[in-house]
């Protein structure tokens, strides 16, 4: 199962800390922590693919 991707909206709480970044053509990366609310992009929502671990 560790290739399963985890994938979470804006506004949804982080079920894991980690490196997240934008599903799509956009390639931006932040640190989310377990329990924060995933941030937006650019005042719009999007969604998050965990990348790594931490």
């Keep these: 199962m ?3 991707k985890v ?6 709480k982080c079920t ?4 997240w970044e934008i599903e799509g ?3 931006t ?4 922590s377990k329990g924060e609310a995933m ?3 650019c005042g719009k929502s999007v ?3 965990l ?3 931490g």
């Design 51 to 53: 990348v790594r671990k």
């Design 16 to 19: 894991v800390s980690g490196e």
């Design 47 to 49: 969604k998050w693919i």
């Design 25 to 27: 053509r956009i390639s």
């Design 39 to 41: 941030p937006g992009y």
């Design 2 to 4: 560790e290739n399963q």
């Design 7 to 12: 994938l979470l909206n804006t506004g949804k």
């Design 29 to 32: 990366v932040v640190y989310v």
